[in-house]
């Protein structure tokens, strides 16, 4: 599928001789950094130090997610804790990073069904190794603990220890960094605190789908009802929308993505409610709450909320310490400075209903007490983006390049388009040599001097 990479060669050998001179090993080094949920997760038994993979998983998903993944912040250190003292979460380092964000369930009944919902970077590495890039000399992976903060310690000190590890294995030419979602974010957030580090070890900046001023439907429900990542009968065997949802209440990165209250949003993002206030009272009420006033429906409607682990009941609210430490996130995302010296691209889907404005209970069944939005499924208005997040076009950069792909989130990274846009950012590719195929399904529709959009016709 993606043999020749556009340049007439064929996907088998090493070091063989490209086309334009150069050998497989002179590319310069790429680095994948993954986003929220692209990361395979471990609990390594702290007495033994064995490992077991509780994210992700398609059997027993859920059961392992409780017993392993559900936590509680801990606003002393600013990290989110397992409620097992037994263990740690940790990601697996294998193959260069690369092992953790490719197939997240890589158990050998997934491969052979060839369930692809867990295929996450996996096409996207097998399309750069195909196009001469060598693991753990010109190809990395990062993956990291998602339910952390975007720039705690810990993820930014990894983030700083691969750059630096890809920079000398590929003999001191600087990386070119691939992002996905959230992965973005982190990035940013890296770009911010170590700039001088971000301008010495990166030479390209390429993200994908990352919500730069937030994902206003998503991040709302999520916090409100959860998060689904695989739907329809296959969601029966991965971890339920509730089971999820005690996780995400306490995750920093989670408010992390709450829609930015400071950007210029086409149409403003809001919670809407259908409320009746007493029994006796038949008289029915659409609340409408926008950005910040959405922090007191939060608190409203999570102020029962619990978990019991172990046989002990957990209150699980909405957490204003976490609250506060996202909005001071957020300030580093606002003041980020792309540096001179780094070219940056970015690549966000277009065409899929994207949530934008959640509606909880209707006129005909509203909400008495707030409490009941927590086990109410959302209506939702749409706007157009990739299905999770619209505001990836709003990075707020002096871009190379922006091209609007017709993709959803999670497709993009095994989109045929982004792949020839990669490979087209990555030098692999001249314009001219781009297919036919990819000249009629690409065209420009708008052009600024800053700005670049592209869609599939």
Known sequence: MFGDCGLGLPSFG??????????????????????IGGSILNSRQKKNGSLLRV??????????????????YNKKTGYTETLNPDIDVVVPEDDY??????????????????????????????????????????????????????????????????LKTAYKASGGQKVNVISHSMGGLLVQCFMYLHKDVFAKYVNKWITIATPFQGAPGCINDSLLTGLQFIYGFKSFF??????????????????????????????????????????????VKLEVYKLLESFDLFRGALRDN??????????LPFNLSILKWAAGTRQMLDNAKLPDSVDFYNIYGISYDTPHTVCYGSEESPIVDLPEICHT????????????????????????????????HRALLKNEI????????LGLTQPSQQSAHFQKKVKVVNVFPELILAKES
Request: hydrophobic share 40%; charged share 25%.
């Open 418 to 425: 982004v792949f020839k846009l990669i490979k087209n950012w």
């Open 55 to 72: 994210w992700v998983r398609i059997l027993f998903s859920n059961y392992e997610f409780k017993k392993c993944l559900w936590s509680i």
């Open 238 to 283: 991965f971890v339920s929308r509730w089971t999820m949802h005690q996780l995400l209440v306490e995750c920093p990165s989670i408010y992390e993505m709450l829609p930015n209250p400071a950007f210029k949003w086409k149409e403003q993002p809001m919670i809407q409610v259908w409320r009746k206030y007493t029994e006796g009272d038949e008289s």
């Open 97 to 162: 990073g690369l092992y953790a964000i490719d197939i997240l369930d890589p158990s050998w009944w997934v491969k052979l069904l060839h369930i692809t919902d867990v295929y996450h970077f996996h096409e996207m590495i097998e399309m750069l190794i195909d196009c001469g890039y060598k693991k753990g000399t010109t190809l990395f992976g990062y993956g990291y603990d998602f339910r952390q903060s975007n720039r705690i310690d810990k993820a930014m000190d990894g983030l700083k220890m691969k």
């Open 14 to 35: 090493r070091h063989r001789r490209l086309r334009d001179g150069s050998n497989e090993a002179d590319r310069e080094p790429v680095l994948l950094v993954s986003g």
């Open 306 to 315: 619990e978990l019991t682990y172990n046989g002990k009941s957990v209150a």
């Open 377 to 408: 499924m959302p209506e939702y208005s749409y706007v157009d983006g990739d299905g999770t997040a619209e505001s990836a076009e709003a990075d707020g950069f002096n871009a190379k390049a922006r091209v609007g792909v017709k993709g959803e």
